[in-house]
Nanobody, 123 residues
Framework: VQLQAYGGGLVQAGGSLRLSCATS????????LGWFRQAPGKEREFVAASRLGADSTAYADSVKGRFTISGDSAKNTVYLQMNSLKPEDTAVYYCAVRRDFVVSRRPSEYDYWGQGTQVTVSS
């Protein structure tokens, strides 16, 4: 399974970005796809996850109501729409796949990772 995250960039506070994660290889669309982020000097933290194709989604409290995870099965791509961005959202964002049908918030429970894309929010 290969994952490639892209779409990061520099944006002002209050702005929006949409991250994409293209998946390829032996990926089952019904697996769980997660987004995580890691700021300098901090541990990797959960952002959002979804069992695509099923009504099972979770968000970190810090992004709930601002971020939305969605997917396009035809393109094998998952998106993270980020609105009302704040400087504290600045981090490298990673997408990951969990070979299970249960959504998890733990990075250790994900099996495949993309390379990350930088998101910088200026104040």
């Amino acid at each position: 399974v290969q994952l490639q995250a892209y779409g990061g960039g520099l944006v002002q506070a209050g702005g929006s970005l949409r991250l994409s994660c293209a998946t390829s290889g032996r990926t089952r669309y019904s697996y769980v796809l997660g987004w995580f982020r890691q700021a300098p000097g901090k541990e990797r933290e959960f952002v959002a996850a979804s069992r695509l194709g099923a009504d099972s989604t979770a968000y970190a409290d810090s992004v709930k109501g601002r971020f939305t995870i969605s997917g396009d099965s035809a393109k094998n791509t998952v998106y993270l729409q980020m609105n009302s961005l704040k400087p504290e959202d600045t981090a490298v964002y990673y997408c990951a796949v969990r070979r299970d049908f249960v959504v998890s918030r733990r990075p250790s429970e994900y099996d495949y990772w993309g390379q990350g894309t930088q998101v910088t929010v200026s104040s």
